[in-house]
């Protein structure tokens, strides 16, 4: 006996709604022929009933809408894609850079613009550094009191790495090479982050240079990276980084 391999499941599952549709209308259509006597139209055919009528119009329009909703592409993960990606990206344990940031409000009618270091570490996290208009301090780790950190502590860590892969389970992830370099666009899958973050672009020629973040509520964060190198463990600059207390 052959076996069923993942999209012929898939076709299976996609086609038992319809046929479920399908045998309700049948069974509705029987059991309102042989319930409600009705009386032959002038042409000698014996029209619906008006109950039956209505059933027919909103199962027609469910399995219309099931049609469309089936029909619709799956977009698939291209591998070779943000394969070749991943490839251009340095990877290290440990990197230094700095970094340029826009973010609009809706509610305020100009960007607010500010500049600092970022250091990302394997085990400490991400630490972020505003260093103007206002001196801030922040260290995403999956800790602390905010919630929005919290959820994007783990996917910035992986964004800034370019291990766009490992972002599957969370995000559907679309790579695009294009002529000026390439970029990865990560819808959220599940609620948490949905609550949150409406989408990331993250985008470069050869590593990542810039990110745009799109929050739910209608707030756009544009980074630019700019200089983000490995960095040993040890060195002063990159220590300094997670040594002091963040400010929340």
Known sequence: MAKLGGSDLRGVAALLPVAIASRLVF???????????IKPSEDGHAPLCPSYKKRWLNLALFIK??????????QA???????QIEARLQKSPNMLGRFEQKKTLPQLPRPLLSNGVVA???????????LEPIGSHRIFDGEGRDPMAKQIAYPLMQIFRGNFAALEELFQVDAQLLESGWQVTLIPKGDALAGFVQSIEVSGNGDIEKLRLAETNQAITEMRLIGLQAVDEQ????AAEF??????
Do not use: H, M, N, Y
């Open 77 to 83: 993960i291209d591998r070779p894609t943000l394969e």
């Open 120 to 130: 990302l570490s394997e085990d400490r996290g991400v630490s972020w550094r505003v």
């Open 243 to 248: 040594a002091s207390e963040p400010q929340e």
């Open 27 to 37: 069974v509705g259509w029987a059991k309102e022929r042989s319930d409600v006597p």
């Open 65 to 74: 809408t099931l049609f469309v909703l089936l029909s619709a592409p799956v």
């Open 235 to 238: 060195d002063p600059k990159f």
